[in-house]
């Protein structure tokens, strides 16, 4: 079946520690995306990548980094310098950008403790 | 900018009652507009979309209408279940990229 694979579901992590977050697609989509969800703050756009070795900054990038070696590959780091990195991430895919048609991930939950 | 505003929840409704979750759109130009919906421990999903003014975005009985003059794309349903409850988010496109509300939680109760 074709489909998002985030991992790892839940992971916590200690003030100081960077952490990356996986997420892999086989819908050969080109475009994927990142997403930052909080309660009552709807979801915002962390990442986004339209093509490989290629990516771009969306409204809140600060403490983060991706990659984009491969087409079914798109992981975030969240670093040290995120001030408040508890959330839950989300990452979806698209055939390409502007469609808003996203394919999304079941997310990864992270703790900072 | 282009933003997106929605009622706030949670909107808690008994089961065959008619919902309505209202949404409303700052834009320049004419974006795209879409409702997805979260179930429980999930990502989203699209439930459906409107390309142009005038259009309706149809599925699993919810219905929205692009309504330019008043900058909304409410949506609807006639008659909820228990398995409708879940989060729903308005968005629209922006530069390429969608722009979600803050999601309105409804809860439906037998």
């Known amino acids: 079946d074709g489909g998002i694979t985030q991992s790892p579901k839940y992971l916590f992590r200690k003030e100081g520690q960077n952490v990356t977050l996986s997420c892999e697609q086989n819908?050969?989509?080109?475009?994927m995306y990142w997403y930052r969800q909080d309660p009552g703050q709807g979801l915002r756009l962390i990442y986004y990548?339209?093509?490989?070795?290629?990516?771009q900054k969306g409204d809140i990038a600060e403490g983060y980094s991706v990659s984009r070696e491969k087409k079914e590959s798109f992981p975030l780091t969240v670093t040290s310098a995120q001030k408040n990195p508890t959330a839950f991430y989300l990452c979806?895919?698209?055939?390409?950008?502007?469609?808003?048609?996203?394919?999304f991930g079941e997310g990864s939950r992270l703790t900072v403790l | 900018g282009n933003s997106v505003t929605q009622m706030e929840g949670p909107v808690t409704l008994s089961e065959e009652a008619f919902l309505t979750i209202n949404c409303t759109y700052t834009?320049?130009?004419?974006?795209?507009l879409f409702w997805y919906v979260q179930y429980p421990g999930e990502g989203l999903q699209l439930l459906l979309k409107?390309?142009?003014?005038?259009d309706k975005g149809s599925n699993k009985g919810f219905e929205a209408t692009y309504r330019k003059e008043t900058t909304s794309f409410h949506l609807e349903k006639g008659s909820v279940q228990v398995s409708d409850s879940a989060v729903y988010f308005c968005?629209?496109?922006?530069?390429?990229?969608?722009?979600f509300g803050k999601g309105t939680k409804l809860s439906v109760k037998p």
């Open positions: 979806a895919s698209s055939t390409g950008q502007g469609t808003g048609e996203l394919f």
């Open positions: 819908l050969n989509h080109d475009a």
């Open positions: 990548s339209q093509i490989v070795n290629d990516f």
């Open positions: 834009a320049t130009g004419y974006p795209s």
């Open positions: 409107a390309t142009k003014a005038d």
């Open positions: 968005a629209l496109t922006r530069q390429g990229n969608l722009i």
